[in-house]
């Protein structure tokens, strides 16, 4: 797209290749009056454009390419009276040649002031309407009644936290809060960059905003592992002690072959007094706890919340002046460290290095953050509360050694890119099936965060039911088996950071066999291809892997529900029940009943196809075929393998085959290998 500022009797427009796409182009500053009255003080004078920039008395609005779309930010000089309390920068205000149909909406969660969006801020598909603004906390994509689609979001998190709206007449904003900071006369304030450009579809749409997002802020898409591994939290919550590890590990040893887990990862319970993060009695020395973990082959992981403390803490007693302050009071009721302050960096740097590099921890889940953070006055008395995160995570990331892997929770999502390598982008998972819809529409909807800004994290696996629970466990589960495997399907399409959170001792061999079909672990989110048709997406295309194509549907609803995904001719079997047809090409179709799921693997059809496996839930056993003959490499050892062939019946080299049904002319068979590799001739 070639976008230039030009003004016409609409105002300050923006064209794109000639054609006007944006026009009316404002900003304005907002700020509260007598009476809860909203004032507003807005541009004046008349625009004049050299194309890239435009300017007018009091605003200077900048254009710059990227990518397909273009960049967009403001700058406000307040030629009137100071401003005192500044509440809102809408940087950016024009009326677009569209009309919006439908679009995401990023719900804001408010704390101390604050309006970000994080892990527990929902995201709503909805579908416009005449004189609605819809307000989304960092970035949208819509589609349009013409047939098009945009992204348009927040580019840059350097000093504010920043949100758009949209309104089906194709009004769009772009805001910053300033967190009453005031404005004096002749003073400027500038807004974050914003990211505005067509896109093929709403999903791939999203997947280059945060790659364009990413490189902005120069970082590079992670090629990290994904961790795995066992958290102590929603089983035993706080009554944790060192045999709690002991117990669990006993049984991951057993299983280590199909639980391959790398960290251990001690959560809340473990420590004296929120502020201080020393061992409590029960835990005691905690270098020798962290070296037992390693001693079993697994990395050590713990849980703590840094950016704040208990009211009663001795840091707080001493140094109340290290917290955040209500301007003109004292500090906010919620504590908040204020790392515009070198005392607090250093304190907070001592307690991390001390962590990491001390007692040896390699995986640091760093909690309750929203909560914590707080607009006022800081140290800095220029300082946003956006600021103070990414310095105090900074911070963090400078004190711990360059192999710890670090994981945020309950924490604004963009103001993070590149500062941490792994995000909780959902609610808390909790206990029923309501639960998992909840979680899954933000994991789901948030694939496109995933290895761009950071690893995703969709909470814990808890696959336990009634008979698996004993007098520790504080979260009594409900989820039928059915729901159980929707479960482990959608924790397969976050394609994150996987944590088994139950009693594991008590959980049957047939159950930490399901948990093994998630080994090896995807390492990709997978697209929701009906992100703009679903209030929970249900299409999950995980792409190609082992030249089968895998979708899973999920019916997160209560009635049966048919899904369809656009399909060529392919070989198709459905994990859970092991069904295997042919299919012709189109549009592939399947019911699946409520609460459940189906996961498809699609083979091309050729004379003779490996077809599905039983060793993941995402076809991942790559094979080869020469005619009629297939050969292949096992990924787990008992592996089963399927097969479709027109041959007139086979004849193999380590491995045993048996014929198991016919369909469409071809005859499916089961390949069981006597070792790693084997041969089949049809």
């Known amino acids: 797209m070639n976008a230039e500022f030009r003004v016409t009797e609409k105002g300050l427009c923006i064209y794109a290749d000639g054609e006007e796409l944006i026009s009316g182009i404002c900003g304005y500053i907002e700020y509260p009056g007598h009476d809860f009255n909203v004032l507003k003080v807005k541009n004046v004078g008349e625009w004049s454009t050299d194309g890239e920039s435009a300017s007018c008395d009091n605003m200077t609005v900048e254009l710059a390419p990227c990518h397909e779309g273009f960049l967009v930010r403001s700058t406000f000089t307040n030629l009137w009276e100071g401003i005192d309390e500044p509440d809102e920068f809408t940087a950016f205000a024009g009326d677009l040649a569209r009309t919006v149909e439908r679009g995401i909406v990023n719900r804001y969660t408010e704390a101390n002031g604050n309006r970000v969006c994080e892990m527990q801020s929902q995201i709503d598909t909805v579908h416009t309407v005449y004189n609605a603004v819809y307000d989304s906390a960092e970035n949208t994509v819509f589609d349009t009644t013409e047939g098009d689609s945009f992204v348009f979001g927040a580019a840059t998190y350097e000093k504010y936290f920043s949100g758009v709206t949209f309104s089906r007449e194709g009004r769009l904003t772009a805001h910053c809060r300033p967190e009453a900071h005031p404005i004096g006369t002749s003073e400027k304030i500038t807004s974050e960059w914003f990211f505005f450009s067509p896109c093929a579809d709403c999903v791939s749409g999203l997947e280059d905003f945060a790659k364009t997002v990413s490189s902005i802020a120069g970082v590079e898409r992670s090629e990290r592992e994904n961790p795995s591994g066992f958290c102590t939290w929603y089983y035993y919550a706080g009554r944790i002690t060192p045999d709690t590890l002991r117990d669990n590990m006993a049984v991951l040893d057993r299983h280590r072959e199909d639980l391959p887990i790398k960290y251990i990862q001690i959560d809340d319970g473990w420590y004296d007094c929120w502020g201080s993060w020393m061992p409590n009695g029960k835990f005691g020395d905690m270098k020798a706890i962290a070296d037992e973990i390693k001693s ?50 250093e304190y907070i740097s001592s307690i991390f290095r001390r962590i990491s590099y001390d007692w040896g921890f390699r995986y640091i889940k760093m909690d309750i953050i929203t909560g914590t953070l707080a607009p006022g006055a800081h140290h800095d008395p220029s300082a946003t509360a956006l600021e103070n995160y990414r310095l105090g995570l900074k911070t963090i990331r400078e004190s711990v050694t360059p192999d710890t892997f670090l994981l945020a929770c309950t924490a604004p999502l963009g103001g993070a890119c590149g500062l941490v390598d792994g995000m909780r982008v959902s609610c808390d998972v909790f206990e029923r099936w309501e639960s998992l819809r909840d979680v899954f529409n933000s994991v789901i909807k948030r694939y496109y965060y995933h290895r761009n800004y950071f690893l995703c994290d969709a909470d814990c696996l808890i696959i336990r039911k009634k008979e698996n629970e004993d007098e520790e466990c504080w979260r009594l589960c409900t989820r039928s088996d059915e729901e159980i495997r929707t479960y482990i399907t959608a924790m397969a399409a976050s394609g994150g950071i996987l944590m088994l959170s139950d009693k594991l001792p008590n959980l049957a061999p047939e159950q930490l066999e399901l948990i093994s079909k998630l080994f090896p672990m995807t390492q990709e989110a997978a697209r929701p291809l009906d992100l703009m048709d679903s209030f929970i997406p249900g299409v999950l295309d995980f792409g190609v892997r082992a030249s089968a194509r895998t979708v899973a549907f999920i019916n997160w609803g209560d009635s049966p529900r048919d899904f369809s995904v656009d399909c060529g001719e392919s070989f198709a079997r459905e994990f859970w029940s092991g069904e295997m047809s042919v299919f012709s090409g189109g549009k592939f179709t399947s019911r699946v009943q409520p609460h459940c799921a189906k996961v498809f693997a699609f083979t091309p059809i050729t004379s003779s196809a490996i077809v599905g496996s039983d060793a993941s839930l995402v076809m991942q056993s790559e094979w080869s075929a020469d005619g009629d003959d297939v050969k292949g490499k096992c990924i787990k050892s008992g592996e089963r393998l399927y097969a479709a062939s027109k041959g007139k019946g086979p004849t193999s080299s380590g491995c045993k085959v048996s014929a198991i049904a016919e369909n469409d002319g071809y005859t499916f068979y089961e390949i069981i290998p006597d070792g790693e590799e084997y041969t089949v001739a049809f």
């Open 296 to 345: 079993h082959g697994y990395l050590p992981g713990i849980w703590l919340a840094p950016f704040g403390c208990h009211p009663g803490a001795q840091v707080f007693a001493d140094h109340e002046d290290w917290f955040v302050h209500v301007p003109g009071g004292g500090a906010w009721r919620e504590l908040s460290f204020d790392f515009t302050n070198p005392e607090v960096r």
